[in-house]
């Protein structure tokens, strides 16, 4: 066995971010409708069997995009300037939510420095697209992503 020097904490963490990207780019070009980011439905993917992660990230993104919809009253904000407030309200709550609940938030460092993007990303998607079609495809795609790392694994087609 060829040793890469990888350390995974979470089994097949780069193929399920890989299966991730590719079943998003397969959904979005079906359905016309982003899941929440090209990348943020392989993040779920990784914690479907941690729903508290889940949720906490979810609500960090709703929080960042209704902290983002309160300075739009008093900022010019909009395409690129949107997109970058929204990252930054994001790593901003995720790391208040990092430090306050630390527990929630249990991840390998790599990971931890996409949770910090993750909610942004996903807020600003909720903002571009309505809300309950970019979260019900996120749930979709991440569920998708799920199941087919799992099955991988089940017929040995990878090794964790």
């Known amino acids: ?10 089994p097949m963490t ?5 299966i991730g990207l590719i079943v998003a780019v397969i959904y979005v070009e079906i359905m016309d409708v982003f899941p929440g980011g090209i990348i943020v ?17 979810i609500l960090i993104a709703v929080l960042s995009l209704y902290t983002y919809k309160f300075l739009s009253r008093y900022l010019i904000l909009f395409g690129k300037r949107r997109f970058v407030m929204m990252i930054l309200l994001g790593g901003i709550w995720a790391q208040l939510w990092f430090i306050f609940l630390p527990h929630l938030f249990s991840a390998p460092l790599e990971l ?20 309950f079609p970019t979260l019900a495809s996120m749930l979709t795609v991440s569920i998708i992503t799920y199941f ?12 964790p």
Do not use: C
């Open 112 to 131: 931890k420095a996409i949770g910090w993007l993750i909610p942004g990303l996903l807020a600003n998607n909720l903002e571009k697209q309505k809300f």
């Open 1 to 10: 066995m060829l040793n890469t020097g990888r350390v995974l904490e979470e």
């Open 41 to 57: 439905p392989a993040y779920m993917a990784l914690y479907l069997d941690k729903p508290l992660r889940v949720l906490a990230t």
């Open 14 to 18: 780069f193929e399920t971010l890989l």
């Open 148 to 159: 087919l790392v799992r099955v991988l694994l089940y017929f040995n087609v990878v090794s």
